[in-house]
């Protein structure tokens, strides 16, 4: 099942489910979720109970609307968490180390304030106070049950699903000015996720997805998730080694070679980011000027 979080015209945040022609772009509806009982808006609620909605949330047939009508908003806007592991493609690693980062020889995990989610077709902001911004696609977890100490035999048991993110960086607010990312990863609007939760039941093999990024359709990233040096088992082993994970909870798995920084090569307004994620969807984001600009 794919959900999403919309808004037609102006009106409220809805919950929907989408049905699709064309996995490759918006050809397809979005059909209103408002008729199931004790349903709102929040996606982190619906994957709390979702063993229990499942079966009418599937069965529901209330109002369509076309996708290109409607729009998508962040399918999850409230994580109590989002976690992003760094340097988890050996390719990106090296691009890394040439641009003067180690590379580490362990998990390495930072936050992204939930405050910097951003819509999947959301604009992105190109802060004045940097001409180093760049782009991450990466494949985003999220988990659906509480949980603490889980085994990577384990792992496939707590996720909820899966979803495109691009981790946007503003590299010269990472370790230059701070040994951890937090400033450099938080600023508001790089945090684009969707387009839509696809529950892990539709995606076969997680760790078997091409993945790719485009910047005004010439294309940056290229790459495969069966490249990851940490797979999604360990990823999960390790965070819950140390914190209990909720229902809504996103950990993005990492990026491939491909970005920016290695070339001086960074976002600028105007810009069109596109990144796809096979049997995922498509998010796409414009850079603009941050209102202080
Ligand atoms: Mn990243």
């Not at 180690?102 to 004045?128: H, M, R």
């Not at 106070?129 to 603490?148: H, K, N």
């Not at 999960?236 to 950990?251: K, Q």
Request: aromatic content about 6%.
């Amino acid at each position: 099942m794919k959900l999403a979080r919309f808004r037609v015209g102006h009106g409220q945040v809805r919950l929907g489910r989408v049905e699709i022609a064309d996995p490759q772009t918006l050809n397809g509806v979005v059909v209103d979720l408002s008729a199931v009982p004790g349903l709102d808006a929040s996606m982190k609620r619906v994957i709390a109970d979702f063993a229990e909605l499942r079966d009418v949330i599937a069965a529901t047939d209330g109002e369509r609307f076309p996708l290109a009508e409607v729009t998508l908003e962040a399918p999850i806007d409230d994580p109590q968490k989002y976690l992003a592991i760094g340097m988890n493609y050996k390719e990106h690693a090296d691009e890394a180390r040439a641009a003067g980062i180690p590379t580490p020889t362990n998990q390495l995990w930072f936050n992204k304030q939930v405050s910097c989610i951003n819509a999947p077709y959301g604009d992105i902001e190109k802060p004045a106070v940097s001409d180093a911004l760049d782009y991450e696609i990466e494949l985003a977890v999220v988990i659906g049950a509480r949980c603490r100490n889980v085994s990577r035999e384990d792992a496939y048991s707590v996720i909820a699903g899966y979803m495109v993110a691009n981790d946007v960086s503003v590299r010269d607010w990472l370790q230059k000015r701070s040994p951890t990312f937090t400033l450099g990863k938080s600023f508001d609007t790089h945090g684009p996720i969707g387009p839509w939760l696809t529950t892990a039941d539709e995606v076969a093999d997680p760790q078997d997805l091409r993945m790719t990024l485009a910047v005004n359709g010439e294309v940056r990233q290229d790459w495969r998730t069966d490249d990851m040096i940490y797979d999604i088992t360990a990823q999960i082993a390790e965070l819950t080694t140390v914190m209990t994970l909720e229902p809504g909870d996103i950990i993005a798995t990492g990026t491939p070679a491909g970005i920016g920084a290695p070339t001086g090569n960074f976002l600028k307004v105007g810009d069109v980011v596109r990144g796809e994620i096979e049997g995922l969807g498509v998010i796409e984001n414009r850079v603009v000027a941050a209102p202080d600009a």
